[in-house]
C-alpha cells in the first residue's frame, strides 16, 4: 500500500496525545537535557516556515535525547503582549485578548499538525495573569534592590497617532504606521539598572558556548571602555568657567582636539550659544528632535552639526577650541559631549573636513608615514604634543592621565556603551507596573499580595494624546489608595515592554502551574540551566542581554543557582525564497509560473522572469505556509525538508523543486518495511559494517547539529539496503535513525514490523567501533602521478603486498613494461605511486 501521510499522520499524532507521550517527568538517575526554542509572538498570520526550522532541530534533539536515555523538558509558549495586537485592536475595535486567543489556538493547531513534541502541560502565555503577576513580581525585586528607578527620558513621538514609539518604529525620521514626521520628546519613564551589572554581562560570557558572532554583539553592545575623564571648562560668556566632561580611550591625543561637540540637547548648549548662533542653533536642535536615535548615530550618514559660538579652553595647551553641537553625539550616552581630533579619528575626520575645521597630527606611526589625508587611528608614537613627543601609545596614555589627575583636570576611569534600559511604554496591551504614586509618600510599591495588577476591560485603546498611557483615560482604573498611608494614589500608568515577559519565561516553564512561588526551588535545581537555546539572530543582543541581567538579579537574592541561564545557543539560518517578478516589476506566485530547468516563465505570457532569492515577505508573494506542504507532502516530509536544505546556521533558500527529494525518501523508507519479508532476508548479514558506520554518522552528527549531513548518511544506508535487500536489524535500526527526524512514518514502520510501543520509547542503536573500521581499503594507483587503476587489500596488508599488488594490476603491468621503476610510493591507506622512467 502506498504511505497516506493524511492518514497516518492525524492517527499518531491522536495516540500520542491520548498516551502523553511527550508530558515531561524527571528521575534522578537519568541526565537531564532543557532544551529551549525562543518563544514566538503569536500573530494572525500564523506560523511561517522560518519557525519550523527551529522548532524542528530541537524536536529531533528531543526524540533523539529521551532514546538515549535522558529526561527532557521541550515546553512551549506564547510571546503575546505588544504593540502589534493592540494596533490592530485599535484599526478594528476587537479586544487584544481575542485576537491574541485567536493566534494562539492557530499557532498550537500549526505546531501539532507538524508534530512537535511539546508538553502542553508546561504552555505559557504572557498575557496570562497567572502569568504576568510574577513579572509583576520580579519588578518588585528590582525596584526593592534598587534597580528600578524613574527618570525624563526623551522618546519619539509622533504627533499624529499621540503616541511614543520605539527607534525600531522609525523610519526615515517619520512614523512608520502613518509617515508622520517624529519628534523627541521628554517624558517620565521608568528605567532599569542594568548598568550596576555591565561587568559581569562581560565576564560570564566565558562561561556559554554561544557563537562568536553572538558573543561580539553582545560585548560590543555592553562597550566597555578603559580611558580616562577629562575636564574642559568654557572659555567665556555666561557658562564661563563651566565644566565639560569627555570621556575618551585616547587622552594621548588631547593635543589634537581642535574642536568639541555636544548633543543638541545638553543642558549647556543654551548659555554656550551666541545671540549670532542662536537661530542655528535652534534649528539644528529642532531637526534632531526629528530623529530616532538609531538614525543619530548611523555611520555612513552625513555628518551635520551647528556651531554654538561659545569657546573651551584645552587642559593641555590652554587653546581655545570651537564648541560645536551634532546630532550623532546623544545626551543619553556618555556625558553628552565628546573632544574631537579630527587627525586621528574617522568620525571626527569627517566633520571636519565638512566645516573646515583645523586637524593636527599628535601621533605617527612607529615606522614610516601615515596615509596622506586619512585619520592614522592606531597606536604609535606622540608628536606634536610637549612633554609626551617621542612616547610610545601606551606610555604617552599612562603619563597624560597621571598630568590630568595631579592637576584636578581628569582621572583614569572606565565607561560604557551600554546604558540602563527604559522600561516603560506609553501602551495599554502590556503589564501593568505594580506601582502607586501617593503625593504624600512617593511612588509605592503594590504588595504583593495583591499582584497581579490587571489591565481594565475597555473598549477603546486609542492613545491618551498627552504622551501618557491609554490607562491615563480610565479613572476607575487609574485612582486607588496608597498602600503606604492609605491616602489617595493614582496607579502608574506606563506599562512593561513586550521584553518583560520574555526575560524569564525559561523558569517560568519549570513549574508553570506554582501559584505561591514564581518557580520551585527545587525545579530549578533539577532544570536550570537551558543545555540548548534555539532562535532567530535577530534576538542576539537585547532580549539575551535582558534575560541574563534578570537572571542574575535573580542569583543575587537566591532564586536561581546559575550564573547564566542559556549554556548552548545556536541560531536557525534565515529561510529564503525565490521570488518571480516580471519587467513591470511585479511579482507572481509560483503557481502563476512554469520552471523550466533554472529559468522561469508567466504560464498566461509565456514571459520570462526574473529569478531572485531573497526574504520571504508577503509583498513579494514569495511566503511559505506550512499548512501547504503538511496537505500536499505531510509534516514528516516539511520536517525532513527543513533539515536538508543546507547547514542549520546559515541562510538557506526554500525551493519548492527540492522538497520532492525528501518525499521521495520516506516512500522509500516506508517500501523497505512494507515490503520486508523475514523469509527472505539476505544472509551473512550483508550490510553489517554500513549499518554500524550509519549509526555512527547519523549520532555524532546530531551532536553536532548537523542534520542534513545526518540524513545523507541515511540516505546512502537506503540505497544500500534498496539494491541488495535488508536484514530485520537492518530496518529496525533504520527505522529508528529516521524516528527523530519522519516520527509519523517512524511509528508507522515500527508498528509495521510487528513491534510494540513507540519509537521514542526505544534505545537510541550503539555502534560498534570495530565494525566502523573497512576490513578491506582501497588504494589508487598512480604511474608518475596519472590515475592508472585501483586495489582492494586487506586493511592491515603490509606495505610490501600493496606494492606487489599494484605492480601487478593489468593496466600498471602495461605502463611499466620496458622501463625501469625508479620508487614505489604507499600512502596508507590512500594512494600507490609508482615513479618509472
Known amino acids: 500500500m502506498a504511505y497516506e501521510h493524511r492518514t497516518v499522520e492525524p492517527k499518531w499524532q491522536k495516540r500520542w496525545q491520548e498516551a502523553q507521550l511527550h508530558k515531561t517527568s524527571f528521575d534522578p538517575k537519568k541526565p537531564k537535557f532543557y532544551a529551549l526554542d525562543m518563544f514566538p509572538y503569536p ?165 556559554v558556548d554561544w557563537p562568536e558572532s553572538t558573543l561580539a554583539m553582545q560585548r560590543n553592545w555592553i562597550g566597555r571602555s578603559e580611558g580616562a575623564e577629562v575636564i574642559f571648562r568654557v572659555a567665556e560668556g555666561p557658562a564661563a568657567n563651566a565644566e565639560l566632561r569627555v570621556f575618551t580611550t585616547r587622552p594621548d591625543t588631547l593635543s589634537g582636539a581642535t574642536y568639541m561637540v555636544l548633543a543638541p540637547e545638553h543642558a549647556l548648549v543654551e548659555k554656550l550659544t551666541t545671540p549670532e548662533q542662536r537661530q542655528a542653533v535652534a534649528d539644528y536642535q529642532a531637526a534632531a528632535r526629528r530623529k530616532s536615535d538609531l538614525e543619530r548615530t548611523e555611520l555612513s550618514k552625513e555628518k551635520t552639526g551647528a556651531f554654538t559660538g561659545g569657546y573651551a579652553l584645552n587642559p593641555v595647551n590652554g587653546q581655545r577650541i570651537p564648541i560645536w553641537i551634532a546630532d550623532y553625539v546623544l545626551a543619553t550616552y556618555g556625558t553628552g559631549a565628546i573632544m574631537a581630533v579630527p587627525a586621528h579619528d574617522e568620525r571626527d575626520h569627517a566633520f571636519a573636513v565638512k566645516f573646515g575645521l583645523p586637524i593636527q597630527q599628535v601621533v605617527r606611526p612607529v615606522s614610516g608615514d601615515a596615509e596622506p589625508g586619512k585619520p592614522f587611528t592606531e597606536d604609535g608614537v606622540a608628536v606634536n604634543s610637549g612633554e609626551l613627543d617621542g612616547l610610545p601609545t601606551a606610555e604617552a596614555k599612562r603619563k597624560i592621565t597621571a598630568q590630568l589627575e595631579a592637576k584636578g583636570l581628569g582621572k583614569k576611569t572606565v565607561s560604557y556603551r551600554l546604558r540602563d534600559w527604559v522600561f ?180 498566461s505570457t509565456g514571459e520570462k522572469l526574473s529569478v531572485q532569492v531573497e526574504k520571504m515577505a508577503k ?81 555524532n552528527d546530531l551532536e553536532r547539529m548537523q542534520f542534513n549531513t545526518a540524513i545523507a548518511a541515511m540516505m546512502e544506508y537506503v540505497n544500500a539496503l534498496t539494491s541488495q535487500g535488508a536484514t530485520r536489524e537492518d530496518l529496525l535500526t533504520l527505522i529508528k535513525l529516521v524516528g527523530p527526524f519522519a516520527p509519523h512514518l517512524g511509528d508507522e514502520a515500527w508498528e509495521k514490523l510487528g513491534s510494540s510501543g513507540f519509537l521514542v520509547q526505544q534505545a537510541w542503536p550503539a555502534h560498534d567501533e570495530a565494525l566502523t573500521i573497512d576490513a578491506v581499503i582501497t588504494y589508487a594507483v598512480q604511474v608518475n602521478g596519472k ?30 613494461e620496458g622501463k625501469t621503476v625508479k620508487k614505489v610510493i604507499v600512502v596508507p591507506g590512500k594512494i600507490v605511486n609508482i615513479v618509472v622512467a
Not at 116 to 144: G, H, M
Not at 443 to 450: N, Q
Not at 793 to 810: I, K, Y
Open 424 to 603: 516603560s511604554r506609553q501602551r495599554y496591551w502590556g503589564e501593568p507596573i505594580p506601582i502607586v504614586h501617593c503625593a504624600q509618600c512617593g511612588p509605592v510599591p503594590v504588595p504583593e499580595s495583591e499582584l497581579p495588577v490587571l489591565l481594565p476591560e475597555v473598549e477603546r485603546y486609542e492613545p491618551s494624546g498627552t504622551g501618557e498611557s491609554p490607562l491615563a483615560t480610565i479613572p476607575s482604573w487609574l485612582e486607588t489608595r496608597c498602600p503606604k498611608c492609605g491616602g489617595a494614589g493614582r496607579r502608574e500608568t506606563n506599562t512593561m515592554p513586550q521584553w518583560a515577559g520574555s526575560c524569564w519565561y525559561y523558569l517560568r516553564y519549570l513549574d508553570p502551574a506554582n501559584a505561591q512561588e514564581p518557580w520551585s526551588r527545587e525545579a530549578e535545581k533539577q532544570w536550570m540551566n537551558v543545555d540548548l537555546y534555539v532562535g532567530g539572530a535577530e534576538h542576539a543582543v537585547l532580549h539575551l542581554l535582558y534575560a541574563r541581567f534578570w537572571h542574575k538579579v535573580l542569583f543575587d537574592l537566591g532564586w536561581v543557582t546559575t550564573k547564566e541561564p542559556f549554556k548552548k545557543l545556536r541560531h536557525q539560518g534565515t529561510v529564503l525564497a525565490y521570488t518571480y517578478q516580471d519587467a513591470m516589476g511585479r511579482y507572481h506566485e509560483l503557481s502563476a509560473v512554469e520552471l523550466r530547468g533554472d529559468d522561469a516563465y508567466l504560464k
Open 43 to 207: 500573530s494572525g498570520a500564523g506560523l511561517h516556515v522560518g519557525h519550523c526550522e527551529g522548532y524542528t532541530a530541537t524536536d529531533i534533539l528531543t526524540r533523539w535525547k529521551r532514546m538515549q536515555g535522558w529526561n527532557v523538558l521541550h515546553p512551549m509558549g506564547w510571546d503575546a503582549f505588544g504593540l502589534p495586537a493592540e494596533n490592530y485592536a485599535i484599526k478594528t475595535g476587537i479586544h487584544p485578548r481575542i485576537t491574541t486567543e485567536r493566534a494562539v489556538s492557530n499557532f498550537r493547531r500549526q505546531i501539532d499538525s507538524v508534530g512537535f513534541a511539546y508538553d502542553w502541560d508546561r504552555e505559557v502565555n504572557t498575557t496570562d495573569p497567572k502569568y504576568f503577576k510574577w513579572t509583576q513580581w520580579i519588578f518588585l525585586q528590582l525596584y526593592r534592590k534598587g534597580l528600578a528607578y524613574e527618570s525624563v527620558m526623551p522618546i519619539n513621538w509622533c504627533p499624529s497617532c499621540k503616541t511614543g514609539l520605539a527607534n525600531e518604529e522609525v523610519s526615515g525620521g517619520k512614523c512608520e504606521r502613518c509617515g508622520t514626521q517624529v519628534e523627541r520628546k521628554d517624558l517620565r519613564q521608568w528605567v532599569l539598572r542594568i548598568t550596576a551589572y555591565a561587568d559581569r554581562l562581560l565576564e560570564d560570557l566565558a562561561e
Open 787 to 816: 590515475l592508472r587503476g585501483s586495489l582492494e587489500v586487506e586493511r592491515n596488508a603490509a606495505e610490501a603486498t600493496v606494492r606487489e599488488q599494484a605492480l601487478a594490476l593489468p593496466n600498471v603491468a602495461r605502463q611499466v
Open 619 to 699: 509583498s513579494k508573494m514569495n511566503g511559505v505556509n506550512p499548512d501547504d506542504v503538511v496537505a500536499e507532502y505531510g509534516a514528516d516530509v516539511l520536517r525532513l525538508y527543513e533539515m536538508f536544505m543546507g547547514e542549520f546556521e546559515l541562510p538557506k533558500p526554500w525551493d519548492p523543486r527540492a522538497i520532492e527529494g525528501c518525499s521521495r525518501f520516506l516512500r522509500r523508507v516506508w517500501r523497505l518495511a512494507e515490503e520486508f519479508d523475514a523469509g527472505k532476508q539476505p544472509e551473512n548479514d550483508p550490510h553489517q559494517r554500513l549499518r554500524h558506520k550509519t549509526i555512527k554518522r547519523v549520532t
